[in-house]
């Protein structure tokens, strides 16, 4: 139900459809007062959502003098000056009766005017509030249509969105890429959508998927694996539009146009092929217990916030040479089929490996730990190479298998360091290693400290190790 609204009152509605809702505009008034405009449930949108925007107060307008009280207030003032000349003019004959008739007029002339000051000082400040209603006016107009302009594109943008998902859900490759590329150009034209929109991709390489192996011979099961060719395609196509708008450029400072910044990735449990984020920029990164198919490349990386990678399976070769981790980071329980390299890598939180296997060599050279990293439990197939790392923090290596030969040359060891009951299957370098003096008796031992007790080397303590293992 719509207010009741007083005469010379109309009500113009806003555009059906939107959250506008109705404004009621007092074209005239009456003569004893005139109120100002009412606004009902006026808002103004954005593209996705709404934003309550309420309009300024209107001064009130004075209401006009009627016609009647103007003549009485004349009549009123010429009857006042006539009364005083007439009694200055019998008040004294003797008097100059001239200096009485011109001290009477001067007093209804004064009273005229201060009158005739008043209507004016009314006149012109009508005058001045209605041109601030005016400027209200303009102002609600160009609003509303700002908001009508924003709603339609609202409604564009939706359309869009809903098409470019049906599309993904297509049993049609070609139609399925159209949705990729119609879901990067929305996002690359609207800020505000880019999120929603990458983890629309996410979800869709979420989806469980089989990598095709060699063509069948049978021909009823050709066409399913074409199905799964083309599938590929489609899958590495969302791979690169994530990795292409995920790299700033050469200058993080002024990065380039295609950059969306503060991006969070959840590819959990995804089946990732040849997957690439070399050189990019993320928040924060979900790869628990993904499947990544081929060479990964994370050279250079830099993800601000917490990664997740536990359980996560690498058949082929692993680069995360020169990236870098600001949050915790979990490669718990992790697989490593090919040779991993963490070369320069660098960890300004947490970093938890333990129960992580490497089959292939595990380059840690230059890797830079300022907190807590563990690889308690840890299994190195072959060689795990250490050189020139340095960890700030505690350092957990108990329980180790080092299968291949384990280096830790020139390795600086700054906090805690742990080596309990580890295993060294083949020889142990720890040529000019920094390790704290204190030996870990028991929990009393003050930090920093060095634990080598139950360790076991198969080919010989290194000497730079005999006063922590000797009588352990």
Not at 118 to 130: D, F, G, N, P, V
Not at 287 to 298: H, P, V
Request: aromatic share 10%.
């Amino acid at each position: 139900m719509y207010p009741r609204l007083s005469r010379g009152c109309r009500m113009q509605a806003t555009p059906t459809g939107t959250a506008l809702g109705s404004v009621v505009y007092c074209t005239a008034a009456r003569r004893t007062s005139t109120p100002p405009p009412i606004v009902i449930n006026r808002r103004k949108l954005n593209p996705f959502g709404c934003d309550d925007h309420h309009v300024p107060d209107t001064p009130p307008l004075i209401a006009p003098l009627p016609r009647k009280l103007i003549a009485w207030v004349a009549t009123a003032i010429a009857a006042a000056t006539a009364g005083v000349v007439v009694w200055l003019w019998l008040a004294d004959p003797s008097q100059a009766r001239l200096d009485a008739l011109r001290t009477g007029l001067s007093i209804g002339l004064g009273g005229g005017g201060l009158f005739a000051l008043y209507l004016a000082w009314r006149r012109q400040h009508s005058t001045e509030i209605a041109l601030v209603q005016k400027q209200q006016d303009q102002e609600l107009q160009r609003e509303t249509a700002l908001a009508t302009q924003h709603d339609a594109e609202a409604r564009r943008v939706t359309d869009l969105y809903t098409k470019a998902v049906e599309q993904l859900g297509s049993d049609k490759a070609p139609v399925r890429l159209g949705g990729l590329y119609a879901l990067e150009r929305l996002a690359q034209d609207h800020v505000e959508q880019r999120q929603t929109i990458v983890n629309v991709l996410c979800a869709y390489l979420r989806m469980p998927y089989t990598v095709p192996g060699d063509p069948p011979e049978d021909e009823e099961k050709l066409a399913g694996h074409r199905g799964l060719l083309q599938e590929r395609e489609v899958r590495l196509t969302a791979q690169r539009i994530l990795r292409n708008h995920l790299v700033p450029g050469d200058d993080p400072d002024t990065p380039l146009p295609t950059f969306w910044r503060d991006i969070d990735l959840d590819l959990t449990n995804a089946t990732l092929i040849s997957f690439g984020l070399a050189g990019c920029r993320i928040r924060t990164a979900r790869f628990s217990d993904a499947t990544f198919i081929g060479t990964t490349r994370f050279d250079d990386a830099m993800i601000a916030g917490t990664a997740h990678l536990s359980r996560a399976t690498f058949t082929g070769i692993a680069r995360f040479s020169g990236a870098g981790f600001g949050g915790t980071t979990w490669f718990n329980d992790a697989s490593f089929a090919g040779a991993a390299r963490f070369n320069g890598v660098g960890f300004a939180g947490p970093a938890w490996f333990g129960g992580a296997r490497f089959a292939g060599p595990a380059w840690f050279d230059e890797a830079r730990v300022t907190a807590t990293v563990s690889f308690a439990v840890t299994r190195f197939a072959t060689i795990a190479r250490f050189d020139g790392a340095t960890f700030t923090g505690i350092a957990w290596f108990g329980e180790v298998g080092f299968a291949g030969a384990a280096l830790f040359n020139g390795v600086r060891f700054r906090g805690d360091v742990d080596f309990g009951k580890a295993y060294f299957a083949e020889h142990a370098e720890f040529d000019r290693v920094a390790l704290p003096r204190a030996r870990r008796v028991d929990s009393s031992t003050p930090s920093p400290w060095t634990d080598f007790g139950g360790a076991r080397f198969e080919h010989g303590v290194p000497s730079e190790l005999e006063s922590y293992v000797s009588g352990a």
